[in-house]
């Protein structure tokens, strides 16, 4: 394989810098979907004024705590916490001014002002986790398990979700394994 010429190395450099210039590095954002996010607004007094239907699903009005929001509120940035959704399982509760969410991947009403509340659940994903096991060449079997795991964190009690024993449920999880 015969070297780059200096002429070539530099061309390259300037290409480079050409490149960057035309296309501005873009934030990060997370690459969650929708059946992951439920959102909510909140008014000055920390009520809550409106809630998208998987918010309302999953978060119970009293497992809002008012202290990140009103700490939001006087002094911006973001306040994460976690909490159970109606059936026990994980959220992160994220809480931010919505001026500060243009980039954010929720749908707020439009005009929304104030405080507003995004949960993320990845137990809420089971279609996206079998989907997902399934392109990687798990059985149905594999990937229902799969997303049992994901929702309940233990065997016993995905096996339970599933309605399979506990012996073939980790018969499945070990082939998922393989």
Not at 16 to 29: G, T
Not at 139 to 168: D, F, W
Request: negative net charge; glycine residues 6%; aromatic residues 4%.
């Amino acid at each position: 394989m015969a070297s780059r010429t200096r002429d070539e190395d530099a061309f390259a450099a300037d290409l480079d810098i050409v490149l960057r210039q035309a296309a501005p590095e873009q934030p990060l954002l997370p690459s969650l979907p929708a059946a992951a996010l439920a959102a909510a607004l909140l008014d000055a007094g920390g009520r809550l004024v409106w809630r998208d239907a998987n918010f309302i699903a999953w978060v119970d009005e009293t497992a809002i705590d008012p202290a990140p929001a009103a700490r939001v509120r006087a002094h911006g940035g973001v306040e994460v916490t976690h909490g159970l959704d109606r059936e026990g399982q994980a959220l992160a509760l994220t809480f931010a001014q919505t001026a500060d969410m243009a980039e954010w991947p929720v749908h707020l009403p439009p005009g929304a002002s104030g405080i507003a509340v995004v949960a993320v659940s990845l137990a809420h994903l089971d279609d996206d986790v079998i989907a997902a096991a399934r392109a990687f060449g798990m059985t149905n079997l594999e990937a229902r398990i799969s997303a049992a795991l994901v929702r309940h964190g233990a065997l016993p009690q995905a096996a339970a979700h599933c309605g399979i024993a506990y012996e073939t449920a980790r018969e499945a999880a070990d082939g998922a394994r393989a």
